[in-house]
């Protein structure tokens, strides 16, 4: 119990440990200096009530007290001042060097403080300061302090991995547009063959091209780059536009595009069109050809406007929720082999969000569908 009560105090504020420290200084200063004068305080009380007594043996009156001697009293009064002094200033050099202590000891994490920043580095990042036994005015900077390398920790490891899926994203059309110019390279062929190859590279360019707009999109955003041209429109009529654009592939799929309600928003209308396309994309893309429908609904209050994006597709697992809208992720990369999917769509779709002050979420049950849930400000 007394170790634990050790700690209580070693936690306490700088300030309060100090007033503490003072207050029980002046407390023991006055009763060093009673004790120390009591004594000296009693002779002279005794020597200014003692009374003359008679050659008989009995006390004279009360009126013919004789005076004691000044010089005694003096002597007596020197000697208590003198020990006043000596006990104040030892007191005091006490209570100084005791108050140093408790601020040095307490300003002692500082220098830890200082150290960590001074080692910090990236392989470091997963290091926190322990913040149990500082002072309370220290703990709040040690506390933000390691908040702090919790968002940089997930930064670096998000740009670690960003860059990881960069390079494999581009090694794959590279790696494609090699080998088909080695091939044209390796022997004579026809006009025809030439032309197929050619058709083929131009797919992996316009590929590079459709990725590489991508991240420079996402980065600009994420930058505060990129500067909204905001306009007021309805939001039925552009989605209706853009079912009109995706009519074949739904028709094609045996899937039913419908809008209900509608209401008028102020925003960027290019982004706005690119976000609901690439929220239809996916609905289409993971929807079977089994005559469902996707439904998108529109509503709105005095502030904001409400657009749910409900489909009838093979559905989400919930472990895969929160990193929907990370860079490069697939819930199944299997399903995109070939689709031609880049990881980048619903990424693209958060940071619109964002750069328009909105939110974002997303509900989904296996095998019976996804809706995508958006908050606008009007």
Same mark, same amino acid.
């Given at each position: 119990?007394?170790?634990?009560?050790?700690?209580?105090?070693?936690?306490?504020?700088?300030?309060?440990?100090?007033?503490?420290?003072?207050?029980?200084?002046?407390?023991?200063?006055?009763?060093?200096?009673?004790?120390?004068?009591?004594?000296?305080?009693?002779?002279?009380?005794?020597?200014?009530?003692?009374?003359?007594?008679?050659?008989?043996?009995?006390?004279?009156?009360?009126?013919?007290?004789i005076k004691i001697c000044p010089t005694e009293i003096n002597r007596l009064c020197i000697k208590c001042?003198?020990?006043?002094?000596?006990?104040?200033?030892?007191?005091?050099?006490?209570?100084?060097?005791?108050?140093?202590?408790?601020?040095?000891?307490g300003l002692a994490r500082m220098r830890e403080f200082e150290n960590k920043i001074e080692n910090i580095?990236?392989?470091?990042?997963?290091?926190?300061?322990?913040?149990?036994?500082?002072?309370?005015?220290?703990?709040?900077?040690?506390?933000?302090?390691?908040?702090?390398?919790?968002?940089?920790?997930?930064?670096?490891?998000?740009?670690?991995?960003?860059? %990881? !899926?960069?390079?494999?994203? #581009?090694?794959?059309?590279?790696?494609?547009?090699? +080998?088909?110019?080695?091939?044209? /390279?390796? $022997?004579?062929?026809?006009?025809?063959?030439?032309?197929?190859?050619?058709?083929?590279?131009?797919?992996?360019?316009?590929?590079?091209?459709?990725?590489?707009?991508?991240?420079?999109?996402?980065?600009?955003?994420?930058?505060?780059?990129?500067?909204?041209?905001?306009?007021?429109?309805?939001?039925?009529?552009?989605?209706?536009?853009?079912?009109?654009?995706?009519?074949?592939?739904?028709?094609?799929?045996?899937?039913?595009?419908?809008?209900?309600?509608?209401?008028?928003?102020?925003?960027?209308?290019?982004?706005?069109?690119?976000?609901?396309?690439?929220?239809?994309?996916?609905?289409?893309?993971?929807?079977?050809?089994?005559?469902?429908?996707?439904?998108?609904?529109?509503? %709105? !209050?005095?502030?904001?406007? #409400?657009?749910?994006?409900?489909?009838?597709?093979? +559905?989400?697992?919930?472990?895969? /929720?929160? $990193?929907?809208?990370?860079?490069?992720?697939?819930?199944?990369?299997?399903?995109?082999?070939?689709?031609?999917?880049?990881?980048?769509?619903?990424?693209?779709?958060?940071?619109?969000?964002?750069?328009?002050?909105?939110?974002?979420?997303?509900?989904?049950?296996?095998?019976?569908?996804?809706?995508?849930?958006?908050?606008?400000?009007?």
């Amino acid at each position: 119990m007394f170790w634990k009560n050790v700690k209580r105090v070693k936690s306490l504020s700088i300030v309060t440990t100090l007033a503490l420290l003072y207050s029980l200084s002046t407390i023991g200063i006055f009763i060093v200096i009673a004790l120390f004068l009591y004594p000296d305080f009693s002779k002279i009380t005794q020597a200014i009530n003692k009374k003359p007594v008679s050659t008989y043996g009995n006390q004279l009156d009360s009126e013919k007290k004789i005076k004691i001697c000044p010089t005694e009293i003096n002597r007596l009064c020197i000697k208590c001042y003198k020990k006043t002094i000596v006990v104040l200033l030892a007191s005091s050099i006490a209570s100084i060097f005791l108050g140093y202590l408790v601020a040095r000891n307490g300003l002692a994490r500082m220098r830890e403080f200082e150290n960590k920043i001074e080692n910090i580095h990236s392989d470091l990042l997963h290091e926190r300061i322990n913040i149990q036994d500082w002072p309370k005015e220290l703990r709040n900077v040690g506390e933000k302090f390691n908040m702090m390398l919790d968002r940089i920790q997930i930064s670096f490891d998000q740009l670690s991995q960003f860059s %990881s !899926d960069i390079a494999h994203e #581009f090694r794959t059309p590279l790696h494609n547009l090699t +080998g088909l110019t080695e091939l044209a /390279l390796v $022997k004579e062929k026809t006009s025809e063959e030439y032309k197929q190859t050619l058709t083929l590279c131009l797919e992996e360019y316009h590929h590079l091209s459709k990725l590489i707009e991508n991240l420079l999109f996402l980065a600009r955003s994420n930058h505060g780059q990129m500067i909204l041209h905001k306009t007021s429109f309805s939001v039925k009529k552009e989605i209706l536009k853009l079912f009109d654009y995706y009519q074949a592939l739904a028709e094609e799929k045996e899937i039913e595009l419908l809008c209900q309600g509608d209401a008028t928003l102020v925003a960027d209308l290019i982004l706005f069109k690119r976000m609901i396309a690439n929220l239809l994309t996916n609905s289409l893309h993971y929807t079977s050809s089994t005559k469902k429908e996707i439904k998108i609904e529109v509503t %709105s !209050d005095e502030h904001d406007i #409400f657009i749910a994006i409900h489909d009838q597709g093979i +559905g989400i697992d919930s472990q895969h /929720l929160s $990193k929907l809208f990370d860079r490069f992720y697939r819930v199944d990369t299997s399903l995109n082999t070939g689709s031609g999917g880049l990881g980048l769509g619903l990424a693209i779709v958060k940071s619109i969000i964002d750069l328009h002050k909105g939110k974002i979420r997303v509900g989904s049950q296996i095998n019976r569908g996804t809706t995508v849930y958006i908050t606008l400000p009007t």
